[in-house]
């Protein structure tokens, strides 16, 4: 079976059971971006697969299926009863043997050198504390979220994105309350399963915290839904 990346996130993706919209909108990226990388028309830059092996709980070699070249290792030799190839097929062969294993290395190297970089683009690590308030009003609810971060962002663009299924996203950006790092929004969304995260932008880049999951929530049961915290700093 040719098991291409863009199976992987479409398989990872549905598993999590989110729609292209739904995890293009937790990127940051638009559902025809989402659907390119699963056709293997384009593939996800450096941040995106970072925040993909997040999003889905795997690291960045499970996602990437990328192996660690063997080390010290000749390849066996084994007798041969076939005729032997001409000198110039032979040496044709040798070379794309060492040039494949040069470039397993490589990206064997830059794999580990994205898995480093999850800990210094972790959007989990810069919040400190959220709380979040939740009124029905009839088919929709407000939402007021409150977000602490624990460094300062500055040039970074703070907002709340709430997610639900079937659901166009809805995001708006966070008001800064003070210069202690405490950022706040209120919007209105529909009174269904939800989830709450927090979006940082950093020129072009992106990262998308989710904060919190509702389930059980709809109009006819707005006060025993639950919540599922999703932030592990």
Same mark, same amino acid.
């Given at each position: 079976?040719n098991?291409?990346l863009?199976?992987?996130i479409?398989?990872?993706?549905?598993?999590q059971g989110?729609?292209? /919209?739904?995890?293009?909108?937790r990127?940051?990226?638009s559902r025809?971006?989402?659907s390119k990388? $699963?056709?293997?028309g384009?593939?996800?830059?450096?941040d995106?697969l970072i925040?993909l092996?997040r999003?889905?709980?795997?690291s960045?070699?499970?996602?990437?299926?990328v /192996? /660690?070249?063997?080390?010290?290792?000749e390849?066996?030799?084994?007798?041969?009863k076939?005729?032997?190839?001409p000198l110039?097929v032979s040496l044709?062969?040798?070379?794309?043997?060492?040039?494949?294993?040069?470039?397993?290395?490589?990206?064997?190297?830059?794999v580990?050198?994205l898995?480093?970089?999850?800990a210094?683009s972790?959007?989990?690590s810069?919040?400190?504390?959220?709380d979040?308030?939740? /009124?029905?009003?009839?088919?929709?609810?407000?939402?007021s979220?409150?977000?602490t971060?624990?460094?300062?962002l500055?040039?970074m663009e703070?907002?709340?994105l709430?997610?639900?299924?079937?659901?166009?996203a809805k $995001?708006?950006p966070?008001q800064q309350?003070?210069?202690?790092?405490?950022?706040?929004?209120k919007?209105?969304?529909?009174?269904?399963p939800?989830?709450i995260s927090?979006?940082?932008?950093?020129?072009?880049k992106?990262?998308?915290q989710?904060?919190?999951?509702l389930?059980?929530?709809?109009?006819?049961?707005?006060?025993?839904?639950?919540?599922?915290d999703?932030?592990?700093?």
């Amino acid at each position: 079976m040719n098991d291409t990346l863009g199976r992987r996130i479409q398989m990872y993706r549905t598993a999590q059971g989110l729609s292209q /919209e739904a995890l293009g909108a937790r990127l940051g990226v638009s559902r025809q971006a989402v659907s390119k990388w $699963e056709a293997d028309g384009a593939v996800p830059d450096t941040d995106k697969l970072i925040a993909l092996s997040r999003l889905f709980g795997i690291s960045l070699n499970d996602l990437l299926q990328v /192996e /660690e070249p063997a080390q010290d290792r000749e390849p066996e030799q084994k007798p041969c009863k076939r005729p032997r190839l001409p000198l110039l097929v032979s040496l044709l062969l040798a070379v794309a043997l060492i040039v494949t294993g040069l470039y397993a290395g490589q990206l064997h190297r830059r794999v580990k050198e994205l898995e480093k970089l999850i800990a210094a683009s972790d959007p989990a690590s810069l919040i400190s504390y959220y709380d979040y308030t939740l /009124e029905p009003m009839g088919e929709d609810a407000v939402y007021s979220v409150r977000l602490t971060a624990n460094r300062p962002l500055d040039g970074m663009e703070v907002s709340v994105l709430l997610t639900g299924n079937g659901i166009p996203a809805k $995001e708006i950006p966070a008001q800064q309350e003070n210069e202690s790092g405490a950022y706040s929004a209120k919007l209105s969304y529909r009174c269904t399963p939800v989830t709450i995260s927090a979006v940082f932008r950093e020129g072009d880049k992106v990262y998308t915290q989710p904060l919190v999951k509702l389930t059980n929530l709809s109009p006819e049961n707005n006060i025993d839904w639950s919540a599922e915290d999703l932030l592990q700093p």
